[in-house]
């Protein structure tokens, strides 16, 4: 076998939602953001896991998305979309009961015009200059907007992953300002935001990363496991090269595992030199150029060189991968790429 094995602990996931879902009360209804396939892991499998466990309200980015988690989940389940309504999305919108939360007059104009008396949200901008109404706007037309039922009126936060953000409070006070005594249930917290505490949780939350256990939720159970398998071994003398562009030279005999992932997988070019993986637990340190579908690996301090070597693990997250790159365990996530074999225990307690 010539591909990776990425592994999906469901009830990990579910550890983590459960873990999430005890940080609000009781009056708070706990969602699930499943979009980009699940921030990668797979949002079919996910979906009907946490579904199956009681979550209903789930949310995706585009219409899309939406129709695919459909055909997952069945009837029931309330699927929100971030994007909204778009031109060219009425149709499945309407067919397949999805819940667009509207981001301008424009889209409030479409669904009201298009899908009348359908489920719809509104999303609101607080300050993060993304989507949404901003306040004028929300003035405008609120009172129409709020007579026709919402499902759902959220905003999101810009800084949620940074506690101490002053940004945090301006926003949730501007969420305020813009919906107090409203009937609609209220949303501003995704997975930072729930960390934040009581005051951000209103009535539903939205968290997405925490589940795959990725910061900000650093106390998450860990959902991953990549491995990818060692196809060559050789040994390097002193003064030898390995990999393109001869991007890493040996100062003394070297043993080098060449093992079966590379960019084309997600696993980005600034890895090259940088990052480790680990065998059973032992870091060993990649050499040289991460190429397309290779990575070349030191393994000299192994007495025994195992079949696979692990890239993601206990020992080495998602942000502590990403943190060798300058990014964040989210862009780890939706990279992880097509070729591998995706194996998933557990769920089945759900
Ligand atoms: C992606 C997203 C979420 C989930 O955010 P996490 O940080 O992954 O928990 C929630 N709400 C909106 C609007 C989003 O775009």
Request: aromatic share 6%.
């Amino acid at each position: 076998m010539a591909t990776g094995t990425l592994r999906i602990d469901l009830d990990a996931v579910l550890a983590n939602w459960r873990a999430l879902d005890a940080k609000s009360g009781r009056d708070t209804e706990t969602g699930a953001v499943v979009k980009a396939d699940s921030y990668g892991l797979g949002a079919a499998r996910v979906a009907r896991m946490l579904a199956r466990a009681g979550v209903r309200k789930f949310f995706v980015a585009a219409t899309e998305e939406g129709a695919m988690l459909r055909q997952s989940l069945g009837e029931g389940p309330e699927i929100f979309v971030f994007s909204g309504h778009m031109a060219g999305d009425t149709e499945m919108i309407g067919d397949l009961g999805l819940t667009p939360m509207l981001n301008s007059i424009e889209q409030v104009t479409r669904h009201f015009e298009a899908l009348p008396g359908t489920p719809f949200g509104i999303q609101l901008d607080t300050g993060m200059n993304r989507l949404g109404l901003e306040m004028p706007e929300w003035q405008a037309i609120g009172e129409i907007v709020l007579n026709a039922g919402p499902k759902l009126v959220m905003s999101h936060l810009a800084c949620a992953d940074e506690p101490d953000h002053p940004m945090n409070a301006a926003q949730l006070a501007e969420f305020h300002r813009m919906t107090d005594g409203i009937s609609a249930p209220r949303s501003l917290a995704a997975t930072g935001g729930i960390l934040l505490g009581p005051e951000y949780h209103f009535d539903v939350t939205r968290p997405g990363v925490g589940l795959y256990g990725g910061a900000p939720f650093t106390n998450a159970t860990p959902v991953v496991r990549l491995s990818l398998p060692v196809v060559q071994l050789r040994e390097v003398e002193a003064g030898e090269i390995v990999g393109y562009s001869c991007g890493w030279q040996a100062e003394t005999p070297t043993r080098i595992a060449t093992i079966a992932a590379g960019y084309a997988d997600g696993l980005t070019r600034a890895f090259s030199n940088k990052a480790m993986v680990y065998a059973n637990g032992v870091p060993c340190p990649i050499r040289g150029r991460v190429s397309m579908d290779l990575i070349t690996v030191d393994v000299s301090h192994l007495s025994e060189v195992p079949a696979a070597l692990d890239i993601l693990c206990p020992e080495q997250g998602v942000d502590d991968l990403a943190s060798v790159a300058g990014t964040i365990g989210y862009e780890i996530l939706t990279s992880l790429g097509h070729r591998y074999r995706r194996h998933y225990a557990g769920g089945t307690g759900a």
